[in-house]
């Protein structure tokens, strides 16, 4: 149980992190090079605003919106969160859900992000997957001397260019444990839609009072 624990502390620890920080570039393809370059220009952004220490919470707020909009196809994978449930919500149902999914990671990822602190995230490569997406491997390297994370993005092309699907911490990709968490959520309160879009309004208001969650929203 500990080691459980130890390891779900620790890809709530890096996730975030690994939202913002990316640096040298080891050498890859022509075709993965982009990749490489999307991941540096996120990470370049997400690095001026948790930099801008001038700025107020509601501030870091909506710049990191922003910059998840931008760079995140939420849409996608506010629908891969449902599974097996994708068409159980109705048309306003689906309208909240995507909007409580957004409020959630950006409420999560905005307050983890104020704890960090120089630590640098290493790009060690890049490979394709399939003809449209690309996996970048990197590492987050902490400046205490702790060992390395690893973290993969997994990257998919839409509107010309690449857009954030997942990313994996220590070996577990994050979208495909939320996941697991929401239609859990659904499939216990027996297939009702507003058991979970109740649950996200708990844990967002949990957030807002200063409680420490994890990104996935599972408990």
């Known amino acids: 149980m500990s080691a459980m624990m130890s390891g779900l502390s620790l890809r709530m620890l890096a996730a975030p992190l690994a939202i913002c920080l990316a640096f040298a570039a080891a050498p890859a393809s022509a075709s993965t090079q982009e990749a490489i370059a999307f991941v540096e220009t996120v990470s370049e952004e997400a690095i001026a605003i948790i930099s801008d220490k001038s700025a107020s919470p509601e501030e870091r707020e909506v710049a990191f919106r922003t910059l998840l909009?931008?760079?995140?196809?939420?849409?996608?994978?506010?629908?891969?969160?449902?599974?097996?449930y994708l068409r159980t919500p109705n048309e306003a149902q689906r309208t909240e859900y995507r909007e409580l999914v957004e409020n959630f990671i950006v409420k999560v990822y905005v307050t983890r992000l104020t704890d960090y602190n120089n630590e640098k995230l290493t790009i060690l490569g890049?490979?394709?997957?399939?003809?449209?997406?690309?996996?970048?491997?990197?590492?987050?390297?902490?400046?205490t001397g702790r060992q390395p994370v690893s973290v993969d993005w997994w990257l998919v092309q839409k509107d010309g260019g690449y857009k954030i699907f997942d990313v994996n911490v220590v070996g577990v990709w994050l979208a495909q444990e939320q996941r697991s968490a929401f239609t859990s959520v659904i499939r216990t309160n027996g297939g009702n839609f507003d058991a979970l879009?109740?649950?996200?309004?708990?844990?967002?208001?949990?957030?807002?009072?200063?409680e420490d969650i994890g990104v996935t929203a599972a408990n």
């Open 69 to 84: 909009n931008n760079n995140a196809d939420m849409d996608r994978i506010a629908a891969f969160a449902l599974g097996q």
């Open 126 to 143: 890049a490979r394709e997957r399939g003809e449209n997406q690309a996996i970048v491997q990197s590492e987050i390297r902490f400046t």
């Open 197 to 210: 879009l109740q649950h996200l309004r708990t844990q967002i208001g949990r957030v807002e009072a200063g």
